[in-house]
T-cell receptor
Framework: QQPVQSPQAVILREGEDAVINCSSS?????VHWYRQKHGEAPVFLMILLKGGEQKGHEKISASFNEKKQQSSLYLTASQLSYSGTYFCGTETGNQFYFGTGTSLTVIP | DTGVSQNPRHKITKRGQNVTFRCDPISEHNRLYWYRQTLGQGPEFLTY????????KSRLLSDRFSAERPKGSFSTLEIQRTEQGDSAMYLC????????????FGNGTRLTVT
């Protein structure tokens, strides 16, 4: 039931763009995105509620394709502070699952 | 809003001992989740409370694990007869009544079983 994310890891130079994908085998009604830095708790980035909806947070945006049961997170002009592990999260019944995670490293 | 608070931050215990962790959610939040996270892995769902009712418990959770949330306020997670495999970060998260609202995480309790 855990959503699958791709890629597992990515290394970027400052200023480059990245896309992180989240795919579920179950129907998605909403998708959350969180970022976790090493040794810290996950921090909420954004939530998408409807199919095709796109939201943004500074230079980070996301899309949600309800029919395909997929969501993608877009990071543009990456900054050093973007480094961390990104998780998508989805709710099934009374369980809230996190995806497999994508480790993002931004280097100067 | 003081955020989600978890205590203790670190716990070292010997195999076979019992341990209890506490989570104080954001005061107006009625949803509360417990997760376990090991190095390099995503948070693994353990259990969910809506107010004082425990509505969901992961099948992965053995009988040695129990959680409570008396009066729908703070929550405790107890592990009995700890095993080395229980070593992990235990995270608590709370959220407002709407399932479309974000989860706010505490800093976790790191358990080491020797």
């Amino acid at each position: 039931q855990q959503p699958v994310q791709s890629p597992q890891a990515v290394i970027l130079r400052e200023g480059e763009d990245a896309v992180i994908n989240c795919s579920s085998s179950k129907a998605l009604y909403s998708v959350h995105w969180y970022r976790q830095k090493h040794g810290e708790a996950p921090v909420f980035l954004m939530i998408l509620l409807k199919g095709g909806e796109q939201k943004g947070h500074e230079k980070i945006s996301a899309s949600f394709n309800e029919k395909k049961q997929q969501s993608s997170l877009y990071l543009t002009a990456s900054q050093l502070s973007y480094s961390g592990t990104y998780f998508c999260g989805t709710e099934t019944g009374n369980q809230f699952y996190f995806g497999t995670g994508t480790s993002l490293t931004v280097i100067p | 809003d003081t955020g989600v608070s978890q205590n203790p931050r670190h716990k070292i215990t010997k195999r076979g001992q019992n341990v209890t962790f506490r989570c104080d959610p954001i005061s107006e939040h009625n949803r509360l989740y417990w997760y376990r996270q090991t190095l390099g892995q995503g948070p693994e769902f353990l259990t969910y409370f809506q107010n004082e009712a425990q509505l969901e418990k992961s099948r992965l959770l053995s009988d040695r694990f129990s959680a409570e949330r008396p009066k729908g306020s703070f929550s405790t997670l107890e592990i009995q007869r700890t095993e080395q495999g229980d070593s992990a970060m235990y995270l608590c998260a709370s959220g407002a009544w709407s399932h479309n609202s974000p989860l706010h995480f505490g800093n976790g309790t790191r358990l080491t079983v020797t």
